[in-house]
């Protein structure tokens, strides 16, 4: 019952008018007014004077003066549940005020019993006064009716980080009916027992400690500076825990310097790699791009876009964009519009959307006559294992015609650079996507091999995290949904780059060329994507559900390997990739065919596709790509 009439008495305080709830704090701080000097006089006389008539003239005037001094200074205008240092340094400024004028008032006209020093002890006594008040009716609004009014279970926060930080996102929390402030845990051993704002703080070897003993569910990671290194390591730690992980977004997107609830985003596949990105090389970023008209087929496509992305903050002349859905062409348009409007790059940019198919060599021959690009980046192919598998010949059709007309528009437009984006499947290939674009490949290496003066070259690198088909949005619609998550493999492992990473080692790789080069990007270790898995379910505080664990909240299932999917992805044919300028760019020294052995090759299996005759295109892919073993002619391996 007690709780319900302090609930029903804060609403009711919280639901006066504004102008209602000015005249009770005035009327509040009179009453306080007449405390502070009572207090004021006892102190100063060592006995209690409640009646007097010194005490009752006093009271008067400091009445008198500080109503418009309070008002002048914006003492009322002021919201309690905002009450912090701003609002408790503007009350020292009224109260100070008010010590002036009654100072003078009774030195002027001396009044019997009243001591010299009344004048400055009340003031600063009615000030601590209306400080306690302030964060009393604080508390009561905040923290109090938040409480009270909150229905849902409560969660027991650590703070990972004891910095500015953490402080601020400490404060926010404070605010938050539905979160509790357990403790802090920092990296400082010398911070390990101390007690800040009076919440404790312990090193992180001592993290289980604190887990246990504070009942802790959630760890927000205030470390916005920290390397990726550095956080993938504290990632790891957090695993072992029954914790939901959030983190606070890289410092530079924190723009206006204040830390609040609504910076926290959920842990991403970037945080648990591990890896920190090189800073790219601003000389080979712009070599290709700056003051240049650049074209990207597959424009809308994750790689393509990000592409695009890039692109226009390196200050082209002119963006062509080539994309074959309409949808795609226009968000990624906008997207960019968007972009070149909130920076200063936007008013000499130009761009320039077509929705065309790179299979069209008139509608491509069109636009590279019209447009003049000096760098072209071609992103567009299909790219889903699954589903070129079981649409083998107008993948192979819609895969090698697109770089076979482009590549072809671009020497007859007199094009400087051509990037194609490749990809690891190309290598030693077991299904048709990654056969198809290792004959892309070769077909770049054919015209280059003739002296074309287009430089052609070929970046190959693995996953990029939250490309269409990634494998990670797709676990993490399964853990919000419950589970399972269906893994094709236990085994199974894959190489992970950022989308805006691979993009610049992709534009930076072209700017290397000289001419028939395939380049290989450094994509850190191979992850394993059940042990991934596995993390990404501890990171969201759930449990896994096997045999040793039958009351887990989400099962991994084994579902078996899909058409083409192969056990473990590779970069190189060979063995001896050469370095480049760049630490993170390899280049990769592989066999190719001529132009003249090539081309009646591509003409047959081209014919093969335009028929879709399925066996046919399989059989020419394995004539001209020898490395390519089919699926269904090799044994799955057992796990291990």
Known sequence: MKTDVITIVLNRLTGLSRYQK?????????VLCIIATWIAFSLRLGEWMLS???????????????????????????IFRAAGAGAMIGLGKACMMLALP????????PLPGLPRTIPLLQPLVFFVLLCLCRITARYLLIEVRGQRLYAGNQKRVLIYGAGSSGQQLAASIRHEPGMSLCAYVDDDVRLDGQVMNGV??????????????????????????????????IVQELAGFPVHVQTLPNMRAIVDGQVSISDLRELKVEDLLGRDPVPPNQVLLGRTILEKTVLVTGAGGSIGSELCRQIIHLRPRRLVLVEMSEFSLYSIE??????????EIGRSLEIVPYIASACDEVRMAAIFKRCKPSTVFHAAAYKHVPLVEANASEGVRNNLLATIVTAREAERAGVSNFILISTDKAVRPTNVMGASKRICELVLQALAGKGSRTKFAMVRFGNV???????????ERQIREGGPITLTHIDINRYFMTIPEAAQLVIQAGAMA?????????????????????????????????????????????????????????LLIGNDPRPTKHPRIMQANEHFLSWEELK????????????GEDDQVLQMLSTIVPEFVSYTSQAIPESA
């Open 22 to 30: 000015r005249i009770l704090v005035g009327c509040f701080d009179a």
């Open 52 to 78: 007097s008539r010194p005490v009752q003239i006093y009271s008067i005037a400091a009445l008198l003066l500080w109503l418009p001094i309070g008002y002048s200074q914006g003492v009322y205008r002021a």
């Open 102 to 109: 009654l100072t003078l008032l009774f030195t002027i006209f």
């Open 200 to 233: 404790p703080i312990y090193s992180a070897d001592r993290l289980q400690q604190a887990v246990d003993r504070h009942g802790a569910t959630d760890v927000l990671l205030a470390m916005p500076s920290a390397s990726r290194g550095k956080r993938q390591k």
């Open 334 to 343: 906008q997207e960019l519009r968007e972009l070149v409007a909130e920076s």
């Open 465 to 475: 995290l939250g490309s269409s088909g990634s494998v990670v949005p797709r676990f």
């Open 514 to 570: 000289n001419g028939g080069e395939v380049y290989v990007l450094d994509m850190g270790k191979p992850v394993q994507i059940a042990e991934l898995a596995r993390t990404m379910v501890r990171l969201a505080g759930l449990t896994i559900r096997d045999a040793s664990n039958v009351e887990g909240d989400i099962e991994i299932v084994e579902v078996g390997l899909r058409p083409g999917e192969k056990l473990y992805e590779e």
């Open 600 to 611: 009646p090759l591509l003409e047959k299996i081209l014919f093969e596709a335009n028929r």
